[in-house]
């Protein structure tokens, strides 16, 4: 609450001094903020390194949103390595606990073979785990799987609706392919009026 600001004067340091004695006592979401405020210089001087060790601290105990930030850590080299195949160990111990971000990325890894065996099967079922979250990437990876019959057999009606989905969360890719389907009504009715507006959002 202190470091967020929410619903008290904000105060960055005393919300770092927060965190620190919930870490010092060993509960993950105090380690995982711990780590937040080193990775962005909240109430201390910024420290990559030391937020990976903080998040690694968190991840270990189980704690799914910092196995997904540890895991975007090691995809990307921040704080340490580049490591995109300890990213997928961390991406799968979150997507197996139900978070749908880390879902959404097991998928691509799965989908596209990078340092796993392609499993364009397993990439669908983290696609559609992660969409019926309402993850408006997972929704728009869903229905082009859908679309284009990665995994599954073809089918643009469902691809429709993902999109559908994606695009009424702001989703600009989604928005332009769904305002496609209506402008050639292929598979949904032809409407032009509604094709116009899906661009005009994407656009």
Known sequence: AYRLGKGLEKDVDEG????RESAAGGEAIGQRQ?????????????DEERAVEWYRKAAEQGDAVAQFTLGCC???????????AQAVEWYRKAAEQGDAFAQTNLGFYCEHGEVVEQDKVQALKWYRRAAEQGCDDAQNNLAICCEQGIGMEQDKAQAVEWYRKAAEQGDAFAQTNLGFYCEH???????????????RRAA
Do not use: F
């Open 16 to 19: 770092m001094r927060l965190a």
């Open 34 to 46: 711990v780590g937040n405020c080193y990775r962005s210089g909240s109430g201390v001087e910024k």
């Open 74 to 84: 090691c995809e990307i080299g921040i704080g340490m390595e580049q490591d995109k």
């Open 185 to 199: 009504g292929e598979v949904v009715e032809q409407d032009k009026v509604q094709a116009l507006k899906w661009y």
